[in-house]
C-alpha cells in the first residue's frame, strides 16, 4: 500500500477541546496509528530550552528538527510518555506549550516538521491530531474535523488535567494563556490554526469526551460507508 493509499482522519482544533483523548481512543478502537503532532512542536521546544537557543532563531530551529531523536513509550502504565534522545521528558508543562506555539509561527520550522509528520502514515490508516492535520499536513485526509470548546471551558479542562499531574495553575492566568496561545496559533502567517473548508465543525463546550468520540465514530462510520 502507498502512503497515498492510507487512510487518514484528521482531528484539528486548539487545546483543551479533548483532541488527544479522542484521537487515542479513536486510533485503539480502529486498530491505526496516532499522531499527537503537538508532541513534536513541543519536543522540539524542550531540545531548543535546553540548548538555550532562542524561540525566535528561525534556521537554527529548523535545523534542530532534522536532529531530534523522539520516540514515544508504546503499551503499558507509560503509554504516551515522549523519550528525548531515550529519555522520558514531560512536555505537557505550560513552559512548553508556549515555547512551542512561539517557534510554531516559523515557516522554516514548520516546513522542516511537515516531512517528519507525514512519515507517520502508515497502514492500516492513521489519526493525526493537531491544529493544520486536515488543511495542510493531509489535505486528502478521508475525514477532517475541527474541534472547538469556548475558552473558558479550555482553561478549565487543561486546569484539571494539571492538578491530575500535581501541577499547581491559577484558572485566571490559564484563561489568559489559552487566549494568548489561540491568537498566536490563528494569526500566524504560515498553516494558521483554521478549520478545512471541508472539515466538519464539532463544538465540544459541555460534552464528556465519551460523547465526542460517538460523534467522531459515526461520522467515519457513515464516510467509510460511501468510500
Ligand atoms: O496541541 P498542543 O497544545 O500540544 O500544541 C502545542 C503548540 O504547537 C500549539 O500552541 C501550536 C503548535 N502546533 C502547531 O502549530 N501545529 C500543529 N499541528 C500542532 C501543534
Not at 484539528?12 to 513534536?40: E, I, N, Y
Not at 516531512?115 to 499536513?137: C, E, N
Request: with cysteine; aromatic share 4%; proline share 4%.
Amino acid at each position: 500500500m502507498s502512503a497515498a493509499a492510507v487512510p487518514v482522519i484528521a482531528l484539528d482544533g486548539p487545546g483543551g477541546t479533548g483532541k488527544g483523548t479522542v484521537g487515542l481512543q479513536l486510533a485503539q478502537r480502529l486498530g491505526w496509528h496516532f499522531l499527537d503532532s503537538g508532541m513534536l512542536y513541543r519536543a522540539l521546544a524542550l531540545q531548543a530550552l535546553r540548548q538555550g537557543l532562542a524561540m525566535t532563531a528561525e534556521a537554527a530551529l529548523a535545523a534542530l528538527v532534522e536532529t531530534l531523536e523522539l520516540d514515544f513509550v508504546r503499551p503499558g502504565p507509560m503509554a504516551g510518555r515522549a523519550l528525548l534522545a531515550g529519555e522520558a521528558v514531560e512536555l505537557r508543562s505550560e513552559s512548553c506549550a508556549t515555547a512551542a506555539s512561539r517557534l510554531a509561527v516559523l515557516p522554516q520550522v514548520r516546513q522542516a516538521l511537515l516531512v517528519r509528520q507525514q512519515a507517520y502514515r502508515h497502514p492500516p490508516g492513521l489519526v493525526a491530531d493537531g491544529r493544520d492535520m486536515g488543511s495542510v499536513v493531509f489535505p486528502d485526509a478521508r475525514l477532517k474535523i475541527f474541534l472547538t470548546a469556548t475558552p473558558e471551558e479550555r482553561a478549565r479542562r487543561r486546569f484539571r488535567q494539571l492538578e491530575n499531574m500535581g501541577i499547581a495553575a491559577r484558572l485566571s492566568d490559564l484563561i489568559e494563556a489559552v487566549n494568548q496561545r489561540d491568537a498566536r496559533d490563528r494569526d500566524r502567517a504560515q498553516s494558521p490554526m483554521q478549520s478545512a473548508l471541508d472539515a466538519v465543525v464539532i463544538d465540544t463546550t459541555g460534552l464528556s469526551r465519551a460523547a465526542v468520540l460517538r460523534r467522531v465514530v459515526t461520522l467515519w462510520e457513515r464516510r467509510a460507508c460511501v468510500l
